[in-house]
């Protein structure tokens, strides 16, 4: 069993094509989500970076973070 994952930036939708046409080419989010896919969360300590085999998914670890520190900024 996997994560539950938010919409896929780059799929197309009615309005506008893509989310990630709402985001600016300098808007901080994309550093924050680039910095954030390129970290090894098992490696750093997050205990549910693997999901578990039984239950409800949870939210992907990696999406948490970025919430929190696009909060934190």
Known sequence: MSHIQGA???E???F???LDDYLAEENPVR???AFVD????TTLGFQ???PAATGRPAYHPADLLK??????L
Do not use: S, V
């Open 38 to 41: 390129n970290l090894h969360l």
């Open 67 to 72: 919430l929190y520190i696009y909060g934190y």
């Open 31 to 33: 550093f924050i989500d």
């Open 16 to 18: 506008p094509e893509r």
């Open 8 to 10: 896929n930036r780059h």
């Open 48 to 50: 549910r970076a693997k």
């Open 12 to 14: 197309e939708i009615l």
